[in-house]
């Protein structure tokens, strides 16, 4: 069984969601974006989760990097962090995070949406991954 590689990363994962819930519970729908990135921001410190917010990442082509882009979040620098707050999460939004994931050349990734009734998350996971991308972390 490869439950702990399916399931990378799980424990910052489930800490983030759990914030999540707890944000989108005290708040409800309804708020911009902003909000709830200042709320999560938050939740996450009280969590003890290192993060940095509006983290520019180097987006990447056939290994040279191209440009920059900030994710809302990128915790424990491993996961990324996309958060909405829109009615419907569709199709475009979880291609476009994954896109995101590729282009940063990280692993995993959550999609999170806080303008539904009931909080919305994806986790992500970039099939494109490259073990020998990655960028020497030890």
């Not at 994954?98 to 050349?105: K, P, S």
């Amino acid at each position: 069984m490869m439950i702990k590689e399916a399931y990378k990363y799980s424990e910052i994962t489930g800490k983030v969601i759990g914030c999540a819930m707890k944000v989108h519970s005290a708040l409800g729908n309804g708020f911009q974006e902003v909000i709830y990135q200042r709320a999560l921001e938050i939740e996450m410190t009280d969590q003890g989760l290192s993060f940095s917010r509006e983290h520019e990442m180097p987006i990447y082509y056939k290994q040279q990097q191209i440009g920059t882009r900030r994710v809302d979040f990128l915790v424990e620098g491993v996961v990324s962090v996309e958060l909405k707050a829109i009615a419907i999460l569709e199709d475009v939004h979880l291609a476009q995070a994954i896109n995101y994931l590729e282009a940063y050349d990280l692993e995993v990734g959550l999609l999170i949406n806080f303008g539904a009734k009931s909080l919305q998350h994806k986790r992500l996971v970039n099939k494109k991954f490259n073990q020998q991308n990655q960028r020497p972390n030890h």
